[in-house]
């Protein structure tokens, strides 16, 4: 992946505001030399569970300090925490600062939010869970996915479950050229590839409901069930909705469930941001016309990334899966 300056993504909010994100915060961190760094693994309305250190064993509820306004605190952002760091029942601590963050994947906006706010920060990777059957698999779901994960700094990671019901050949040669790791589970198997591929990392998971996303976590995170529980009881019939949840996994790394997100948002993702992230392609694109969407013929007639097929220096099956992801891209803007 081309390297890119991620501090423009660390606005939740991509409609206004935008020149906001460069503000530099290291003036008060001279004040707060005494802080703890934790890991946001929960939000609920004005208050965010941190992982001191990232350990899961030292958990501390957090309010945000005064001097940071409105700024997004979302699960997975690493925070500097004043205070009483203790996590005894009862106790606040004050979020004092926000870290960079190195990855973001946001939410589409909709009827009672028309922003795309980042729901999760700094995961390494997205699992993309896909049933092979039962409900088969949208193909536009996994395309725009890779399209968030591309734009917003992430590892895609495809797991398709279900496999004692159907063959995942086909669809495992439908993204052969993209270089997209892919796991395959059954409910009667053991999870130990998946296991292996996420311990030591924060991976965001998302899936369309009954793939069997609960059922993978469930495996992965044995007090799964009652950590989410305990989360989803806090707000509990008050227009709060779980959107993310951080779940320690036993032999160390995260797992972040996104129960509310049913699809990311991209309406902030331009053609050339994709192309981008396809590094045979990125110089090619610099000789496009200006706007070119890149689709080639017949709607970008003057397109050059063909030339780089025509001179051998990607396979035609790259090109192909570039543009569909660009499509699926396409198709979000049209609504
Ligand atoms: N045949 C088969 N069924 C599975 C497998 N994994 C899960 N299921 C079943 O699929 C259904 C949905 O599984 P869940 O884990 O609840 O799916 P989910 O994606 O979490 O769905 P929501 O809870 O609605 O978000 C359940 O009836 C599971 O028993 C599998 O590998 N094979
Ligand atoms: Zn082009």
Avoid at 125 to 142: C, K, M, S
């Amino acid at each position: 992946m081309v390297a890119k300056d991620w501090r423009t993504l660390d606005e939740s909010d991509v409609r206004v505001r935008p020149g906001k994100g460069s503000r530099p915060r290291s003036k008060r961190r001279p004040k707060h030399a005494d802080a703890v760094t934790a890991m946001v693994t929960s939000v609920d309305r004005g208050r965010w569970t941190c992982a001191v250190d990232g350990d899961p064993a030292r958990t501390v509820t957090a309010m945000r300090a005064r001097e940071l306004g409105r700024t997004p605190i979302v699960v997975g952002d690493s925070v500097s925490l004043v205070g009483d760091t203790s996590g005894k029942p009862d106790t606040l601590a004050r979020i004092v600062r926000v870290a960079e963050r190195t990855s973001v994947l946001r939410r589409t906006a909709d009827d009672t939010d028309p922003y795309e706010r980042v729901v999760v920060a700094n995961a390494k990777q997205l699992l993309i869970v896909t049933a092979l059957a039962d409900p088969p698999p949208r193909t536009g779901f996994i395309d725009r996915c890779l399209v968030a994960c591309y734009t917003g700094g992430l590892q895609p990671v495809l797991c398709l479950t279900k496999a004692d019901l159907a063959e995942p050949d086909e669809i495992i040669d439908r993204y052969a050229d993209l270089d997209l790791p892919t796991v395959v589970t059954r409910h009667d198997a053991p999870v130990t590839e998946l296991a292996d591929r996420l311990t030591g990392h924060v991976t965001a998971l998302v899936g369309h409901s009954g793939v069997g996303k609960s059922t993978l976590v469930n495996r992965l995170v044995p007090d799964a069930e009652l950590l989410t529980g305990e989360v989803s009881a806090i707000g509990k019939g008050k227009h709060t909705s779980v959107t993310a949840i951080a779940l320690p996994l036993p032999q160390g790394g995260w797992v972040i469930d996104t129960p509310g997100i049913r699809s990311f948002g991209l309406a902030h993702v331009t053609a050339n941001d994709i192309v981008t992230s396809f590094a045979e392609f990125a110089e090619a694109a610099e000789h496009c016309p200006p706007g070119c969407g890149h689709l080639g013929p017949p709607s970008d007639p003057d397109c050059a990334l063909d030339a780089v097929i025509g001179e051998g220096e990607a396979p035609a099956g790259r090109l192909a899966s570039l543009r569909r992801l660009l499509a699926s891209r396409a198709g979000i803007d049209a609504g």
